[in-house]
């Protein structure tokens, strides 16, 4: 197990779940991927962390009165001053759903909005580094914006969060962008213009790393949650797709069923 101390700035950093049953979600994703999470503190409002093996790889936020957002998961970028990725997202056509907020010792939180209506948030690192692992089984695994102005959405991430942009595809059929290449990219932008369903915004997604993708959506059926996508090989792992019990949507990546096929002998 590689322990993830530093977030480049721009990069995930961290994910949380805000749900309506705290004590389900505990449950579940105990079950599903081998979390832990105490009580939350009251001081925050009952927000917990969820680890996993005791690393840090998410959080949990109970639903306050009046908070009217679907249960679901968040995605934060790092930045090394969240007051002037505020000030740049606004100056890019952003805007803004939660302010720069300290968050006492562990640092200072804010949500904006991109161009193209996908909200994301932020975290300035205090005592508090993020989640410690990434891309292995039970942990976060990667981050994806589904938008429908693709080249909008580039160009925000790139200015106000300094991405070193990488275009993996740029066709009609197939366009998709990353932070970083390779195996070294952090996250990516897709243009998903041609199967956004209407009425959906553009939004980000999490995906949590999984040894079995089709093994973890059974459990995840078996545990309360529901199958939206069933895995599916693609040539970035097997994917597929599942909300929580509370209908928190969250997204799996492992490894391919089907087998490479050998070269052709000559």
Same mark, same amino acid.
């Given at each position: ?8 700035? !721009? @990069? =995930?950093? #961290?994910?949380?779940?805000? $749900?309506? %049953?705290?004590?389900? /979600?505990? +449950? &579940?994703?105990?079950?599903? *991927? ?103 089984? !039970? @942990? =976060?695994? #990667?981050?994806?914006?589904? $938008?429908? %102005?693709?080249?909008? /959405?580039? +160009? &925000?991430?790139?200015?106000? *969060? ?5 275009i993996v595809s ?41 040894a079995d993708t ?53």
């Amino acid at each position: 197990m590689v322990i993830r101390e530093h977030s480049p700035a !721009g @990069a =995930p950093i #961290w994910v949380d779940l805000l $749900t309506s %049953d705290a004590d389900r /979600a505990r +449950a &579940f994703y105990g079950e599903l *991927f081998g979390w832990e999470a105490p009580e939350g503190s009251a001081e925050f409002g009952g927000y917990a962390s969820f680890t996993k093996a005791g690393v840090q790889v998410g959080g949990l936020m109970p639903k306050q009165p009046g908070m009217e957002a679907p249960d679901g998961w968040s995605i934060y970028l790092s930045t090394p001053d969240a007051e002037k990725t505020v000030a740049a997202a606004t100056e890019h056509g952003g805007g803004v759903i939660v302010p720069p907020m300290a968050v006492a010792d562990l640092g200072v939180m804010a949500v904006v909005t991109d161009p193209t209506g996908a909200a994301i948030g932020m975290w300035q690192p205090g005592t508090h580094p993020g989640f410690g692992l990434i891309a292995e089984p !039970g @942990a =976060p695994g #990667w981050f994806e914006l589904f $938008t429908r %102005d693709h080249p909008g /959405a580039v +160009a &925000f991430y790139r200015d106000v *969060f300094g991405w070193d942009v990488h275009i993996v595809s740029d066709t009609p059929e197939f366009r998709y962008a990353t932070y970083g290449e390779n195996e070294a990219a952090y996250g990516g932008i897709m243009d998903a213009t041609a199967f956004l369903p209407d009425g959906v915004p553009a939004h980000w997604s999490v995906y949590f790393a999984t040894a079995d993708t089709d093994a973890t959506l059974a459990q995840a059926t078996a545990l309360g949650g529901k199958v939206l996508q069933p895995g599916e090989d693609t040539p970035y792992g097997r994917l597929g797709i599942a909300a929580d019990p509370t209908g928190a949507i969250f997204k799996l990546i492992g490894p391919n069923v089907s087998a490479p096929t050998p070269p052709a002998a000559s």
